[in-house]
């Protein structure tokens, strides 16, 4: 994919993973508004829905191998989804710290 050669069936799916990422940073730039006005729990609602990108994009191409039987292809952005998956958990980890502090 580094090379612009990724093949021609997997497109659909790159696009797909470029619409659920382009939604994601609007979700971030949300939860960041959001904890800075201290409403964590809009904060946490912002990420999870972040975090879900990563999840939809590689789900997209487990279909693909289901749909194209005869094509064999492993997503080539699943080291890219697992890592912002990560990220998007270790802040929602620290929203929900603050939150149970807040709470008291």
């Given amino acids: 994919m580094k090379d612009g050669k990724e093949a021609p069936v997997a497109k659909p799916y790159i696009s797909y993973c470029l619409d659920q990422y382009s939604e994601a940073i609007t979700a971030v730039q949300k939860a960041i ?10 904060a946490n609602t912002q990420m999870t829905a972040a975090m879900d990108a990563s999840y939809w994009c590689e789900h997209s ?35 929900n710290m603050v939150i149970a502090n807040t709470v008291k």
């Fill in 61 to 95: 191409f487990h279909d693909l191998l289901v749909l194209e039987e005869d094509y064999v292809m492993t997503s080539p952005l699943t080291k890219q989804n697992d890592d912002f998956f990560r990220l998007s958990g270790i802040s929602l980890a620290i929203t």
């Fill in 33 to 42: 508004t959001s904890y800075k006005t201290r409403d964590y729990s809009g």
